[in-house]
């Protein structure tokens, strides 16, 4: 079932409000747990150091009580690792960045905070690059293709507050740092990148920012 676009949150600050205006990526039926709630505790799982569909669930079971009383829920299980493995398949990964990055713009007092973004291309390092582990696949020539990810970090916030991903045969970190930098306010803000990025073509074509190697 193709996904509809997110809607606009209400105008609130908490994680929570933002995943419920993310439109279910599931089918209707069979459906037992929330969308919000399994990417709540897949979040919350991950800042454990919890990142694997086992550890999701393992955290589910551990805190699943716990999350019952703070947010009004009644599950008497947890869902397996197969369920939270169909979700993040089917998931609107675009959308869900997006409510990601209106979440960490609603934060109080973000825009006085925010003076230097880092732009981070994160991964598995290997001979070939930075790579996400386990993204290694053959496209339809049989050559290698890899997934790789970039993130803005801020440095004042200690978060990356913007992340997109790329395949190696179809994008650059170029395009992918640009993408980001159009999807956040840059008034004022000192951008870092690698000398890669300090072309004049980039610097001119990208939005409002000083860019620094």
Known sequence: MASEPAAKPAAASDLISFLKALPDCRMRRGIRF??????LVAILSILSGQGS????????NRHRQTLNGLLGTDF???????????????????GFE????????????LSEELDTLVCVATGFRKAVGKILRGSIAENDSGAARFIAQVSLYSQSLGVA???TSYATDTGSEIQALRQLLEAVELEGVLVQADALHANRPFSSTSPSATPTS
Request: charged share 15%; no cysteine.
């Open 34 to 39: 929330p969308q919000w709630w399994m990417l």
């Open 53 to 60: 569909l086992v550890g999701m669930v393992r955290f589910a």
């Open 76 to 94: 008497d299980k947890s869902p397996s690792d197969s369920t939270f493995r169909l979700l993040l398949a089917q998931l609107d990964v675009h």
């Open 98 to 109: 997006s409510l990601l990055r209106e979440w960490m713009a609603a934060q109080p007092g």
């Open 161 to 163: 507050i913007a992340q």
